[in-house]
């Protein structure tokens, strides 16, 4: 395992993983005739909605914020499909309509990272973020997909190992991880979790077999 020890890096600040729990179990097979493309600039509203669903709330007091937050995240996927950097890839996972229409049904990024400068490992790392299906779609397979997709882009790239963050209370993504073989890290231990008494990000990794992604 490589040593790696970085901190959870957020794409943007609309982007709020204390309340973050898209991603359950796949524990059925999917129903769906999926496949897995990467995104074009006729995604970024479906992916907007999904992600806006999946990591901000509708109720309460910042219910009335949503469209704002969606709106942001538009912009944020807008800017970065249309100025990608060097291996950097948001995929989609779609389902083809009788009439030929394109469903979303989730969405994943995978990028190259490098560790932090406390580290000084100076490793560039593939890294998982903002994965998220549509709730319609979860516990069909759709996750599995995506992230299996992502553990063929990490290869292509030439890398082993894929790492990603899950929240510590975020019980069925962990369980999802694990199944796929994901291992624990890290846990990372933030001032944050203990003064606002938030749930603590474990960083997850994977080894890549080459039979894994056939």
């Known amino acids: ?40 600039p006729a995604d970024l509203t479906s992916i907007a909605r999904i992600i806006a669903e999946s990591f901000h709330s509708q109720n309460g007091f910042w219910g ?15 800017h970065r499909l249309l100025s990608p950097a060097p291996h950097h890839l948001c995929l989609v996972a779609v389902e083809t309509t009788n009439n030929g229409v394109d469903r ?20 560039s790392f593939p890294y998982l973020s903002n994965l998220a ?33 899950v929240l510590e209370n975020n019980y ?16 990372d231990s933030h001032w944050s979790s203990f003064l606002f008494r938030r749930s603590q990000h474990i960083l997850l990794y994977k080894h890549i077999n080459i039979t894994s992604t056939g």
């Open 1 to 40: 395992m490589d040593n790696i020890n970085i901190q959870l890096a957020l794409t943007s600040w609309f982007f709020d993983p204390s309340s973050h729990k898209p991603v359950t179990a796949d524990t059925e097979p999917s129903s769906h005739q999926v496949h897995i493309r990467a995104a074009t």
């Open 64 to 78: 009335w914020a949503f469209p704002l937050l969606r709106l942001g995240i538009y912009e944020d996927f807008k």
């Open 104 to 123: 979303l049904l989730g969405t994943v990024e995978v990028g190259v990272r490098f560790s932090d400068y406390w580290t000084q490992t100076g490793k």
């Open 133 to 165: 299906v549509h709730p319609q779609y979860r516990r069909h397979g759709v996750a599995s997909q995506l992230l299996v997709k992502c553990e063929q882009v990490s290869q292509e790239w030439g890398f082993q190992n894929l790492y990603l963050h």
């Open 172 to 187: 069925q993504a962990r369980q999802l991880y694990f199944k796929l073989g994901y291992q624990v890290h890290k846990i």
